[in-house]
């Protein structure tokens, strides 16, 4: 869990539901009131430490009660369990919860010489509601991950504490065991169904061929297969699918729109004859080589001179001119190309692409 400018991020969370009809009640269903956040967040946090903290997704599980005559906050760890499990969420272990009620007779609420007492085990509703203690443990057989306990008394000797951790510990080991028989482990191999997530490291000179103008080409993946292709400033992009069916299909678009023929190496500090296939107002865009993508070379560097137009210096379209190559920018990838430094009077040997390929 993080926090980011007073947001509250997490990757998994409980929605536990509880109608009235659940405890055979008339009533509507509106917002959430304080005992299904209780209840549900206490679920929550019984297989918040299960759940692996690096997962890709986020999780949400879903608990409705339809019928409740015991702990249904420790019955939702117990379904949420097997539930991640038979998902293919790889928890740390299975877990589950127990609660553990607590009966006594005493003279003038005196409980700190209790001695008729009787520790109950998974208790029922009328246990809950005519009981002196409400004790509730969840977690997996090595350990606890969470407690909530309700007394009704003005107190309890650590004895009666001791017995109901050691009752709780052993109940929830044989709970555990039951639902080994069903379910042990995450299910391998996943559901066909489940979602896929992977990383592309686009180059930053192609990451606008694969986006497309006006991020076309990122909206007919989304629509042609499902997925979605999220521009991601430390690893470029990140690209979510429903199903791995999905991901093959979107991943082989992509693969189409960045696939182009193998691009000659340039040399940082070469000169290369540049072809001009378009004029504008800030400068001439020109080509190195017949599959390369137009490169803007900007006024600035046409010329010694400052001028406004490539008009002013005769230039026209299909025009060769010699430009000397100083690689590609890191933030935009794009090509930095100079004719002016080579309005000198000597000047190295020219490289040309253009007329290689004609040949």
């Given at each position: 869990?993080?926090?980011?400018?007073?947001?509250?991020?997490?990757?998994?969370?409980?929605?536990?539901?509880?109608?009235?009809?659940?405890?055979?009640?008339?009533?509507?269903?509106?917002?959430?009131?304080?005992?299904?956040?209780?209840?549900?967040?206490?679920?929550?946090?019984?297989?918040?430490?299960?759940?692996?903290?690096?997962?890709?997704?986020?999780?949400?599980?879903?608990?409705?009660?339809?019928?409740?005559?015991?702990?249904?906050?420790?019955?939702?760890?117990?379904?949420?369990?097997?539930?991640?499990?038979?998902?293919?969420?790889?928890?740390?272990?299975?877990?589950?919860?127990?609660?553990?009620?607590?009966?006594?007779?005493?003279?003038?609420?005196?409980?700190?010489?209790?001695?008729?007492?009787?520790?109950?085990?998974?208790?029922?509703?009328?246990?809950?509601?005519?009981?002196?203690?409400?004790?509730?443990?969840?977690?997996?057989?090595?350990?606890?991950?969470?407690?909530?306990?309700?007394?009704?008394?003005?107190?309890?000797?650590?004895?009666?504490?001791?017995?109901?951790?050691?009752?709780?510990?052993?109940?929830?080991?044989?709970?555990?065991?039951?639902?080994?028989?069903?379910?042990?482990?995450?299910?391998?191999?996943?559901?066909?169904?489940?979602?896929?997530?992977?990383?592309?490291?686009?180059?930053?000179?192609?990451?606008?061929?694969?986006?497309?103008?006006?991020?076309?080409?990122?909206?007919?993946?989304?629509?042609?297969?499902?997925?979605?292709?999220?521009?991601?400033?430390?690893?470029?992009?990140?690209?979510?699918?429903?199903?791995?069916?999905?991901?093959?299909?979107?991943?082989?678009?992509?693969?189409?729109?960045?696939?182009?023929?193998?691009?000659?190496?340039?040399?940082?500090?070469?000169?290369?004859?540049?072809?001009?296939?378009?004029?504008?107002?800030?400068?001439?865009?020109v080509t190195l080589y017949p599959t390369m993508v137009p490169a803007l070379l900007h006024n600035s560097q046409l010329d010694q001179r400052k001028i406004n137009h490539p008009s002013a210096l005769g230039l026209e379209v299909g025009q060769e001119i010699q430009v000397k190559y100083f690689g590609r920018d890191p933030v935009s990838g794009l090509m930095r190309l100079s004719r002016k430094v080579l309005q000198s009077p000597t000047s190295p040997g020219i490289?040309?692409?253009?007329?290689?390929?004609?040949?």
């Amino acid at each position: 869990m993080s926090f980011f400018s007073g947001i509250k991020e997490k990757n998994f969370f409980l929605h536990y539901e509880f109608p009235p009809y659940a405890t055979n009640e008339v009533g509507r269903s509106g917002p959430f009131q304080r005992r299904e956040l209780g209840h549900g967040a206490l679920a929550e946090r019984g297989l918040r430490s299960v759940v692996p903290t690096d997962f890709p997704f986020t999780i949400r599980l879903t608990s409705e009660v339809l019928e409740s005559n015991g702990s249904s906050s420790m019955a939702s760890v117990c379904g949420g369990s097997l539930a991640l499990m038979d998902a293919g969420v790889d928890i740390s272990a299975p877990a589950a919860g127990v609660a553990i009620g607590l009966v006594t007779r005493c003279e003038n609420d005196d409980t700190k010489h209790l001695t008729d007492y009787r520790i109950l085990t998974d208790i029922l509703g009328i246990e809950d509601y005519m009981g002196d203690m409400d004790f509730k443990m969840a977690g997996t057989k090595k350990g606890i991950s969470a407690i909530q306990v309700d007394v009704k008394v003005p107190g309890l000797p650590l004895k009666v504490i001791m017995e109901a951790v050691q009752a709780a510990t052993d109940a929830k080991s044989k709970i555990i065991d039951i639902m080994n028989k069903t379910i042990s482990k995450p299910r391998q191999p996943r559901k066909s169904n489940w979602p896929v997530s992977v990383t592309l490291d686009v180059p930053v000179h192609k990451r606008g061929k694969l986006i497309g103008p006006g991020g076309n080409n990122l909206k007919k993946i989304m629509l042609e297969t499902g997925a979605q292709v999220i521009p991601d400033e430390e690893a470029g992009f990140r690209v979510f699918a429903p199903n791995q069916e999905a991901m093959d299909e979107a991943q082989e678009m992509i693969n189409s729109l960045l696939k182009s023929e193998q691009e000659p190496q340039l040399e940082f500090g070469a000169i290369y004859t540049a072809k001009v296939v378009e004029l504008r107002e800030i400068g001439v865009m020109v080509t190195l080589y017949p599959t390369m993508v137009p490169a803007l070379l900007h006024n600035s560097q046409l010329d010694q001179r400052k001028i406004n137009h490539p008009s002013a210096l005769g230039l026209e379209v299909g025009q060769e001119i010699q430009v000397k190559y100083f690689g590609r920018d890191p933030v935009s990838g794009l090509m930095r190309l100079s004719r002016k430094v080579l309005q000198s009077p000597t000047s190295p040997g020219i490289k040309n692409f253009q007329e290689t390929s004609n040949r």
